[in-house]
């Protein structure tokens, strides 16, 4: 069982490039949610889907798209990348509302912008 | 806007002591408490979840939530240098789907 899956693990890009950090989960949730860690910052929530079909901003939305394309996976664009984007970004899913359950994570995408 | 605080650290104790962690939030509506574990450069880790007032046990690790003071603490008896690493605190939002983390506690136990 692989629960959240992130892609790619590792990344380095230069300003103004784009890219998209992929995740997927096999756990038949219905939250997704992109967050970035920087030290000292803890987990920021940039982006959330409730469910398939709706995405909402979270904290630190700029620079920032999201697609839920389906009840598993949930993607994030930068479309043009920023120095300050630099973060280790992380992908979570939750059963949903209704139910005392925590959010399980993926391992993560460790960006760098030079 | 919604807060949950925890003292940064480090907090450093001695191999088989306890370790107390603590975490305040601001929302009086959150149901949900949750304590993960992150080791440097990898993902938070599930380890303790609390809905209700008083002590849940697993193991070595006790959950403590007060709704009234708006506090949770984590505790681990018989503290191991494996626990070395940063404790994160989340809370659930009141009427949404979201979480807010704390900026976590980190631990060191000194062999």
């Known amino acids: 069982n692989a629960g959240v899956t992130q892609t790619p693990k590792f990344q380095v890009l230069k300003t103004g490039q784009s890219m998209t950090l992929q995740c997927a989960q096999d756990?038949?949730?219905?939250?997704m949610y992109w967050y970035r860690q920087d030290p000292g910052m803890g987990l920021r929530l940039i982006y959330y889907s409730a469910s398939e079909g709706t995405t909402d901003k979270g904290e630190v939305p700029n620079g920032y798209n999201v697609s839920r394309l389906n009840k598993r996976e949930f993607s994030l664009r930068l479309e043009s990348a920023a120095p300050s984007q630099t973060s280790v970004y992380f992908c979570a899913s939750w059963v949903g509302q209704g139910g005392n359950q925590p959010q399980h994570f993926g391992d993560g995408t460790r960006l760098s912008i030079l | 806007q919604k807060e949950v605080e925890q003292n940064s650290g480090p907090l450093s104790v001695p191999e088989g002591a306890i370790a107390s962690l603590n975490c305040t939030y601001s929302?009086?509506?959150?149901?949900?408490f949750f304590w993960y574990r992150q080791y440097s450069g990898k993902s938070p880790e599930l380890i303790m979840s609390i809905y209700s007032n008083g002590d849940k046990e697993d193991g070595r690790f006790t959950a403590q939530l007060n709704k009234a003071s708006q506090y949770v603490s984590l505790l681990i008896r018989d503290s191991q240098p494996s626990d070395s690493a940063t404790y994160l605190c989340a809370v659930s939002i009141s009427g949404t789907y979201k979480y807010i983390f704390g900026t976590g506690t980190r631990l060191k136990v000194l062999a």
């Open positions: 756990m038949n949730h219905n939250s």
């Open positions: 929302d009086r509506g959150s149901q949900s």
